[in-house]
């Protein structure tokens, strides 16, 4: 599944929300810790995207089959990649405890399992890998996130 996402803070709005409905297609708990912690995540990755290239880019989310015993369950991994204009590689910030930016993949890093990035084209893909098996602590400002949405 994949959302073309316009150069524009506002998309960031519009991918969480979509992220959400794609989890209720898939039978899943819109609410459940996982789709949180998949929900910052993408918003973080498309942030990120829209901000520093300037320019559209590819949200993609690649859900695994629920699991047999447990239907409301994932199986494996969900995977998200978001493709830019820019070949610039990612490059995690260390924000001060004041700042209001610069934590993004810092909160990628605490809630993948695995994340990374390539070169694409004339661009780069960066992706990661949230495994439901695996606890991952979702920050408590993660709820202020869809308020600040509203904002933008």
Known sequence: ???????DP????????????????HG???DAPIAETLVL??????????VHTGC??????SMPVADAASPDALSSPVRVEVADASRTAPAPRHAGRDATNGRGLEL???????????PEGSGKRVWCEIDPAVETPVPAAAPALDELAWQL
């Open 108 to 118: 990628v890093e605490l809630l993948c399992v695995r994340w990374g990035w390539y």
């Open 1 to 7: 599944m994949q959302l073309a996402v316009q150069a």
């Open 28 to 30: 899943l708990d819109p």
């Open 10 to 25: 506002a998309e960031v709005g519009r991918a969480r929300r979509w992220v959400r409905t794609r989890l209720q297609g």
């Open 56 to 61: 559209p880019a590819v949200l993609r989310l």
């Open 41 to 50: 995540v993408v918003s973080e990755l498309v942030t990120n995207a829209v």
